[in-house]
């Protein structure tokens, strides 16, 4: 008998997460609820477990749940193996990138959609209409048709590579779009171009996660909820205008108050 | 009669005086230096460096018997790829299905016209066996006439319904300035135990160009040796890809020898090594004269409880100057007892020479695992992806189109299932 979500309004429902890795707690009572089509934003300063929040919600095998539960979509994400997660409709955009080398950027991601589409009964794409799909998603993020024959990200710069992670989450149309700080080594023209493709990925049904150190991408996704997350809690959530309170006056006051 | 006589010395020499040397080509000399070593020297043992990790000593009892008339030949399936002259050697006698195209002959090493085997130095133990214990030996020579490009394919297969051991040799003479492809590939068979102790020369004349593909298919529960020795005179190209896709015991041995300036060699190599099997590459890269340039890369994916070795040494004389060499070697571990054992051995003797090396050896990443399935795909099918990105960088750096193509779709339908 699936069990079912207690909040069925919430896309994703976090409450209670601890984890860490090894024996060093790093989460320590996540509660998070993210409806559909809502933005939230987290920032915090270094080493507050932004970053293993999003790899816990995406299965990496590395982190350990040591309490705690997380519904995606009415079902029980932490059951779920990394692979059945994506197909469920959860995508990591990662900070870095993987590269493949010699795994093609084709193969790589008609064998992906192929399984989403077998995972959710649908019918397989054929050649032609793959192709088509793949033609039109790359021109949606922008991303150089070269680069979509080349191996998986394999000699790809900074900014090719986050706008790579963009063009697969378009491609695979996730529920939840959780971007692990996407802008991090972009200059503001690479951030402006990866923040209009995340805008035109915006729709009612797809939530995204945003985590981010600095304001300044939020200048250009502009959330609906903004958390900040210190030391495996989160500490203050608020509207768009926290971020800037806190691109103001810093971490330091949040620091302080819950040294 | 069977007789396992190879750790019997004595017993081994008295064989030799009757019906059993089936083929006697090469001077009385030589043939009594190959029994000396024979009954001097056993099969190496792991206590020989060379032969450390390659466990030869289960061969033992393989007896070493002729084949005879009334073993089954093996039959062939049409193949996929195309020549210009197809070989078969069958239970170490060769066929030639069709007619020799112009400017190519082939003779036994007993012909009159043939050019007589010199050994240098002493032979080891196995060529020692392999010239002793002959079952037959041909030369190929590529002719100043023949036409350009010429492809051979050589397909070898032993039946073996009682195990025994083959011993068979060839040599390709290349004329100068020919550009040759050659495909040896070693077909399985089922059921066979033969050991293939396998001995072939290639020699370059200048300008010269060979490339050189080898197949060992999968499937066959066979033990196999193959010792290939390269002889390159000036400007002359040798490239080679040996690809290994499961076999009990192999055991592969190549030998470069650069005797002419300019000349240059690539060797690469791919072992697909499944559980309970050993393939143990070496090879020698031996720079004579100066500016010559080696080039090697050796892959191999070893299943869980397989063994993979690769022991590459660069000798470079004193006046081979200018030598440009490089070797790497690179390993994927599939399980927790899959073993790999790699040695560079760079011996340089010359003081102007570039020679390099660098080997890796681990399991999958876990990131690109990790990466592959967060995006929906399943770990199985993530882990093939690896596997095939890992084997075909090797396979895609082949020159023919058509013999990469018919490689991996060898390794799609034998290996990564």
Redesign the interface.
């Known amino acids: 008998m699936p069990m079912t979500s207690p909040n069925p309004p919430f896309l994703l429902s976090v409450n209670q997460l601890h984890a860490g890795i090894e024996d060093k707690p790093i989460l320590k009572g996540i509660e998070l609820q993210i409806k559909p089509g809502e933005v939230h934003a987290i920032m915090g300063p270094n080493g507050s477990g932004k970053s293993t929040l999003s790899s816990v919600l995406?299965?990496?095998?590395?982190y350990t749940v040591t309490r705690g539960e997380v519904w995606f979509n009415g079902k029980s994400l932490l059951e779920m193996?990394?692979?059945v997660?994506?197909?469920e409709g959860l995508?990591?955009a990662?900070q870095y990138?993987?590269e493949?080398?010699?795994?093609s950027m084709t193969?790589?991601?008609k064998?992906?959609l192929q399984?989403?589409y077998l995972?959710q009964e649908r019918e397989p794409l054929n050649a032609k209409s793959y192709l088509a799909y793949q033609k039109q998603k790359q021109a949606e993020v922008q991303l150089d048709s070269r680069l979509g024959s080349r191996?998986v990200n394999e000699g790809f710069s900074g900014g090719e590579k986050k706008r790579n992670e963009l063009y697969?989450m378009a491609m695979?149309q996730p529920k939840l779009a959780i971007l692990d700080e996407t802008d991090s080594g972009l200059d503001i023209d690479a951030l402006k171009i990866v923040a209009q493709g995340v805008n035109a990925l915006r729709s009612p049904d797809r939530s995204f996660l945003v985590i981010t150190h600095y304001q300044r991408l939020l200048e250009y996704i502009v959330p609906d909820v903004v958390h900040v997350l210190y030391n495996g809690v989160i500490v203050q959530s608020g509207d768009a205008a926290l971020a800037l309170e806190l691109e103001k006056h810093g971490y330091d006051p949040i620091k302080a108050r819950f040294q | 009669m069977s007789l396992t006589v190879l750790d019997s010395s004595q017993r081994l020499t008295d064989v030799l005086q009757n019906e059993h040397r089936k083929v006697m080509y090469v001077q009385d000399s030589i043939l009594s230096t190959c029994l000396q070593v024979i009954s001097h020297d056993g099969l190496p043992t792991a206590k020989n460096e060379w032969y450390k990790y390659c466990p030869l000593a289960q061969l033992l009892r393989i007896p070493l018997t002729e084949l005879r008339q009334e073993f089954k030949v093996p039959i062939l399936d049409a193949t996929a790829l195309r020549s210009d002259l197809e070989l078969h050697i069958l239970n170490g006698i060769l066929q030639i299905p069709n007619a020799l195209p112009e400017g190519i002959a082939i003779y036994n090493f007993s012909d009159p016209l043939a050019t007589p085997l010199n050994l240098n130095t002493n032979p080891s133990y196995l060529e020692a066996l392999n010239i002793a214990y002959a079952h037959d030996a041909y030369q190929i020579h590529i002719l100043p006439n023949a036409p350009e490009n010429v492809r051979i394919h050589v397909r070898f297969a032993q039946e073996g319904q009682s195990s025994t051991w083959v011993n068979t040799r060839l040599q390709l003479h290349i004329a100068s300035g020919k550009r040759i492809q050659c495909v040896e590939e070693f077909c399985s068979i089922q059921g066979a135990h033969a050991v293939l102790n396998y001995f072939s020369d290639y020699i370059l004349h200048n300008n010269a160009e060979l490339h050189h593909t080898i197949i060992q298919e999968s499937g066959a529960q066979g033990y196999h040796i193959q010792h290939r020795n390269v002889i390159l005179n000036e400007q002359a190209n040798y490239q080679a890809l040996t690809f290994v896709a499961g076999v009990s015991l192999g055991r592969f041995d190549h030998v470069l020898c650069f005797k002419g300036h300019s000349a240059s060699g690539t060797l690469r190599g791919l072992s697909l090594v499944n559980p309970q099997e050993c393939i143990d590459h070496h090879t020698r890269m031996q720079h004579e004269v100066a500016h010559t340039q080696s080039n090697q890369m050796y892959k191999s994916l070893v299943a869980n409880k397989g063994t993979a070795v690769f022991n590459g040494v660069i000798h470079v004389l004193p006046h081979a100057q200018k030598t440009d060499a490089y070797q790497s070697s690179k390993n994927m571990l599939l399980g927790e007892d899959a073993q790999c054992f790699t040695k560079p051995q760079l011996e340089i003797f010359a003081n102007d020479v570039k020679c390099s090396h660098g080997t890796s050896t681990g399991h999958m990443d876990p990131q690109a695992l990790f990466y592959l399935q967060s995006r929906g795909i399943g770990k199985k099918e993530a882990q093939r992806l690896l596997q095939d990105a890992f084997a075909l960088e090797l396979i895609r750096q082949h020159d023919a189109t058509e013999i990469a193509d018919y490689l991996e779709h060898k390794l799609n339908s034998q290996w990564l299932q």
Do not use: C, K
């Open positions: 995406a299965g990496h095998p590395q193996e990394p692979e997660r994506a197909r995508f990591l990662f990138p993987v493949l080398p010699g795994v193969n790589f991601m064998t992906a399984e989403q995972h191996s697969q695979l």
